[in-house]
RNA sequence: GGCGCUAUCGUCUAGGGGUUAGGACGUGAGAUUCUCAAUCUCAAAACCCGGGUUCGAUUCCCGGUAGCGCUACCA
C-alpha cells in the first residue's frame, strides 16, 4: 500500500485532520482555509480526515461543532475519514515496522521516566536498556503478557542529518541524534499521533501536508515514520501560528470564546469575511488589496505568499473581534446584494424578539446595510421599524439643536398636516417636508431632527424619507402624535 | 536546559544594498450630508540591538536579545 506509486498523482491532495477535542479553533479554520484554497487552486483533491486517536478526550459534541464550522465556512471536502476506524491498518503498519527493524518493544511502566527533570538530560533520546533488548528476550516478555510501548528506533552515530524542504520555510536540517525514541504505539496497544497520521498519510497518498508551524520539529520524525514505512514522504509546508495579543499561542482556556469559529458566526460575520480576514493573518496576495471574494482567494492562494512570522489576531477583553475583521465584514455586508443579505439578518432580528416579515425586512435593508458591521448589529438598527410601540425616549431629544419644546411643537403640528396629505414615497416627502421647513422659515436640519426623533425613536437613524416610506404614514403620524405628547412633559 | 523557527508603523502586511520604507485596519483632523453611517482628503505612526561585508545597509553574513514552537505511551 506505501509503496504504491503515489507520484503518479499529478493533481495535489491534501487534507485537514483535526482531532475532536474541543470546538473548531480559529488557527484550525486558517489551517482548513489554506489547505482548501491550495487544493482548489491547484485543481486537486481536498481529504477531511477526522483524527480521533485519542479515545480519552474525543467528544460528540466536539465532532458536531467542528462540522458545523466547516459547514459555517461553506468550503467543501471531496473525501472524508474517521481514523478510529484505520486502526487495523496502523496497527498492521506499526507491527511491519517492528518486524524490519525499525522499532523495538520498550517494556518500561508508563510515565515512570518523566517525573524528574534530569532524565531529560540525555538518557531520553534512546532508551539504553530496551532499545538492546534482544529479540528473544523481547519476545518472550512480550508473549508473557508484559505490557509495552513501541518506539522508533532512531538511527545513532555518525552524523546523520534529516532534511527537507518546506514549502514556507525553506531548507530544514536537523541532526538524527537530536531526536528522540518517539512512541508508535501506546502500551495499550494503541496508535500514537504521529503513527497514524503518517500511516493514514501515506495510505490516502497525501501529497502535501500544510499544518501548523507548531509541528515543524516533529516533521522529522514523520520524515523517520514514512521512511520505516517504504512510503515516499509529502511535500510539507507549515504556517505561521495565530497568536494572542500577549503573544502565545491562541488556547480556550487563556482566551476564552473569542478562539471559536462559532463566536464570530453567532455575532454575525459573514463566512465569506471570516475567510477573507483569516487568509490575511499569514499570507499576503502581495498587490494590497484586502478585499477579496473566494474566487479571488483561490486564484491568488500560492505557498510563496505566506508568511513566516506569527501572526497575532488583535483583539481586547472590550472587543473580542479583531478590527480589521469587522471592517471586513461590514465590506462584505456592503457587497451583498440586499435580497441575499435580508434573510441572513432574518434570525439575528428574531433573536431579539423582533417580528420581522420577510417583505418588510426586505424594504429595511437597504436602509441599515451601510450602518452595520456585524449581522447583529441589524436588530438595534431596525428595531424601531419592527416595534409596535417605540420604546420610551427622552423627549428633549426632540428638540433641535438651536431650539426649544415650542419649536419642536410647532416642527411637529406643521409635519402633522402636511403629511396627511403627501404621497408617502421617497420624493414626495423630500419635497413636502422640505417645502414645509421653508414655510416655518427652518433649515433641513431643525426641522427634520424632531420629526426623525419621533418617528425613530432616537437621533441617529437612516435617512429620513426613505424611513418614513418603509413605516408609513398612519404609523408615522401616530408616533410624532405621540411626541408631541411627550413634549408636554417639558413644559 | 537542548533543538528549531521568527523579528518592518499599535495590529495585518508590501518591499528590498542607494526608496520621501508602500498599502490596509485602527486613531486624529477636515470635507460632504437631514442625524448616523458610508464616501473623500490630510495627518501622526515602523525597519529589535551590536558587529562585520560594502562606496553605501533596514535589506546580505555573524553574534546577541526577545518571542514562539518542539522536546509525552496529547494531537
Redesign the pocket.
Known amino acids: 500500500m506505501p509503496e504504491s506509486n503515489s507520484s503518479e498523482a499529478k493533481t495535489p491532495r491534501v487534507r485537514f485532520a483535526p482531532?475532536p477535542?474541543g470546538y473548531l479553533h480559529v488557527g484550525s479554520a486558517r489551517t482548513f482555509i489554506f489547505n482548501w484554497l491550495y487544493a482548489r487552486h491547484n485543481h486537486g483533491t481536498m481529504v477531511l480526515r477526522l483524527?480521533d486517536?485519542?479515545v480519552e478526550?474525543n467528544t460528540d459534541a466536539s465532532v458536531r461543532s467542528i462540522f458545523g464550522g466547516l459547514r459555517w465556512l461553506g468550503l467543501n471536502w471531496d473525501e472524508e475519514y474517521k481514523q478510529s476506524e484505520r486502526l487495523a491498518l496502523h496497527r498492521q503498519q506499526a507491527e511491519a515496522i517492528f518486524a524490519k527493524g525499525h522499532a523495538y518493544r520498550?517494556f518500561?511502566?508508563?510515565h515512570s521516566a518523566?517525573s524528574d527533570q534530569s532524565s531529560?538530560q540525555g538518557a531520553?533520546l534512546s532508551n539504553p536498556g530496551m532499545r538492546e533488548l534482544s529479540r528473544e528476550e523481547s519476545d518472550r516478555r512480550a508473549a508473557a503478557g508484559e505490557?509495552?510501548?513501541l518506539r522508533y528506533r532512531v538511527p545513532r552515530g555518525e552524523d546523520r542529518i534529516l532534511r527537507f524542504v518546506d514549502g514556507v520555510?525553506?531548507a530544514?536540517t536537523?541532526l538524527a541524534d537530536?531526536v528522540?525514541d518517539?512512541?508508535l504505539l501506546?502500551?495499550?496497544g494503541?496508535p500514537?499521533?504521529?503513527l497514524a497520521s503518517c500511516v493514514d498519510d501515506a495510505d490516502l497518498r497525501i501529497s502535501h501536508i500544510i499544518r501548523g508551524?507548531?509541528?515543524?520539529?516533529?516533521t522529522f520524525k514523520h520524515l523517520l515514520i514514512f521512511d520505516a514505512l517504504g512510503a515516499e514522504a509529502p511535500q510539507f509546508a507549515h504556517l505561521?501560528?495565530l497568536?494572542a495579543?500577549?503573544?502565545?499561542?491562541l488556547s480556550k482556556r487563556r482566551h476564552g470564546p473569542v478562539v471559536s469559529v462559532t463566536t464570530y458566526r453567532d455575532a454575525g460575520f459573514l463566512p465569506q469575511a471570516f475567510v477573507n480576514f483569516l487568509c490575511?493573518?499569514?499570507?499576503?496576495p502581495?498587490n494590497?488589496r484586502?478585499f477579496l471574494t473566494l474566487d479571488e482567494l483561490t486564484a491568488a492562494f500560492t505557498l510563496e505568499?505566506v508568511?513566516?512570522?506569527?501572526?497575532?489576531v488583535?483583539f481586547t477583553e472590550d472587543d473580542p473581534f479583531?478590527?480589521?475583521a469587522?471592517?471586513l465584514n461590514?465590506e462584505h455586508i456592503?457587497a451583498l446584494p440586499v435580497e441575499q443579505l435580508s434573510p441572513l439578518l432574518q434570525p439575528f432580528l428574531e433573536q431579539t424578539g423582533l417580528q420581522a416579515s420577510p417583505d418588510k425586512l426586505l424594504a429595511v435593508t437597504p436602509l441599515i446595510r451601510?450602518?452595520i458591521k456585524l449581522l447583529r448589529d441589524g436588530a438595534s438598527a431596525a428595531d424601531f421599524f419592527f416595534l409596535p410601540q417605540l420604546a420610551p425616549y427622552d423627549p428633549a431629544e426632540l428638540i433641535p439643536q438651536k431650539g426649544d419644546a415650542s419649536l419642536a411643537r410647532r416642527v411637529l403640528k406643521h409635519a402633522q398636516e402636511v403629511l396627511t396629505t403627501t404621497a408617502f414615497d421617497h420624493d414626495s416627502l423630500d419635497q413636502a417636508l422640505r417645502a414645509a421647513a421653508a414655510q416655518l422659515g427652518l433649515k433641513?436640519?431643525p426641522m427634520?431632527?424632531p420629526i426623525?426623533v419621533a418617528v425613530c425613536g432616537r437621533?441617529?437613524?437612516?435617512?429620513?424619507?426613505e424611513t418614513m416610506a418603509v413605516l408609513g404614514r398612519e404609523v408615522c403620524l401616530e408616533r410624532i402624535r405621540q411626541a408631541e405628547e411627550r413634549l408636554q412633559s417639558l413644559g
Do not use: I
Not at 495579543?245 to 499561542?249: I, L, N
Not at 508568511?307 to 497575532?312: I, L
Open positions: 482531532s477535542t483524527d486517536t485519542d478526550r520498550d518500561t511502566p508508563a518523566d531529560a531520553w505490557p509495552f510501548a520555510y525553506g530544514q536537523k537530536e528522540e518517539f512512541a501506546r502500551s495499550d494503541m500514537t499521533y504521529h508551524q507548531d509541528h515543524l520539529t516533529n505561521p501560528l497568536v495579543p500577549d503573544g502565545t499561542k490575511l493573518l499569514g499570507w499576503s502581495k494590497d484586502e505568499g508568511n513566516r512570522a506569527n501572526a497575532v488583535n479583531d478590527a480589521k469587522v471592517w461590514a456592503r451601510e450602518r433641513a436640519g427634520f431632527q426623525r437621533k441617529n437613524a437612516p435617512p429620513l424619507f
